[in-house]
């Protein structure tokens, strides 16, 4: 429990932490250096990956041991100055798996955004529609409930001064 409290906090310092500081820094420069903008580019697109896959495959990986500290390892392997392990993995594996499978992944993106506009508009008339009806109702139940619709006595009584008179009527 405290082991992987531990390495929950160190993964959070030394792999999103630091690593967003010290591209700040490179972005901030007066000329940052294209070199520095690259691996960090790089660094992110494999952490996104790495965490896509950790959330997709969490129930195959979590009982191994030592997962936590290996994915820690790893993550400091990406980015630590003597190993820059960053180019490594993305040259090696990375950029050749998304090139050589880079027009399938282009052409069901597509279909999915197609998918994804076409629920949202399906989703956006029924809700609208809900909207509509609702408010309808509302309003029905207001009127329903307003006095001008309830016949309401309307007694003048000749010995009451004038103002309890109009407070009587209204």
Known sequence: MIG?????????????????????????????????????????????????????????????????????????????????????????????????????IDRNLLELRTRAGDMAVVYFQRVANYVQSRSYEILQYIASQSPSQRPRPQVLLPCLPFFSAIKIIF
């Open 4 to 104: 992987s409290l531990v390495t929950g906090v160190l993964t959070l310092v030394l792999g999103y932490a630091y690593p967003a500081y010290d591209c700040y820094k490179t972005v901030e420069l007066n000329r940052p250096e294209v070199e520095q903008l690259r691996f960090w580019c790089q660094y992110w697109i494999l952490l996104a990956v790495l965490t896509v896959l950790e959330r997709v495959g969490e129930n195959f990986v979590s009982w191994l041991p030592m997962y936590s500290e290996a994915k820690l390892a790893f993550i400091v392997y990406l980015w630590y100055p003597k190993t820059r392990g960053t180019a490594y993995v993305y040259e090696s594996f990375f950029k050749p798996y998304i090139a050589k499978h880079e027009t399938e």
